[in-house]
């Protein structure tokens, strides 16, 4: 025959366990937000580099601006076109 086992239910042992399950409940607690700042963390570090990643490219793209605007292109070689003309082409819409 089995044997029962027997379970206290005196108020001690309830309190007992349930300071038990609380201190639980709260060590995974703390390590949920410690997960959560963690990443939190991770994510601004990630935006300033993807921001200090564009302000590279825009201050190269405002060199290339500068240099562009500021380029003689007859010491370059250059000379200006003689004459102009323009392709006729039928209109680009949406009717038919």
């Given amino acids: 025959m089995p044997k029962k086992i027997h379970i206290s239910y005196s108020p001690v042992a309830i309190c007992a366990s349930s300071v038990a399950f609380l201190i639980v409940v709260y060590i995974g607690m703390i390590a949920i937000?410690?997960?959560?700042a963690?990443?939190?963390v991770e994510f601004s570090q990630s935006?300033?580099?993807s921001?200090?990643?564009v302000a590279r490219l825009e201050s190269k793209y405002l060199a290339m601006v500068s240099k562009i605007t500021t380029?003689?292109?007859?010491l370059a070689?250059?000379?200006?076109?003689?004459?102009?003309s323009f392709v006729p082409t039928q209109s680009v819409t949406a009717r038919r």
Avoid: F, Q
């Avoid at 937000?33 to 959560?36: G, T, W």
């Avoid at 380029?71 to 007859?74: A, I, K, V």
């Avoid at 070689?77 to 102009?84: E, F, R």
């Fill in 38 to 40: 963690a990443s939190t």
């Fill in 77 to 84: 070689g250059y000379s200006k076109p003689l004459a102009k």
């Fill in 47 to 49: 935006v300033r580099d």
């Fill in 51 to 53: 921001e200090a990643a």
């Fill in 33 to 36: 937000v410690m997960s959560y």
């Fill in 71 to 74: 380029t003689d292109y007859g």
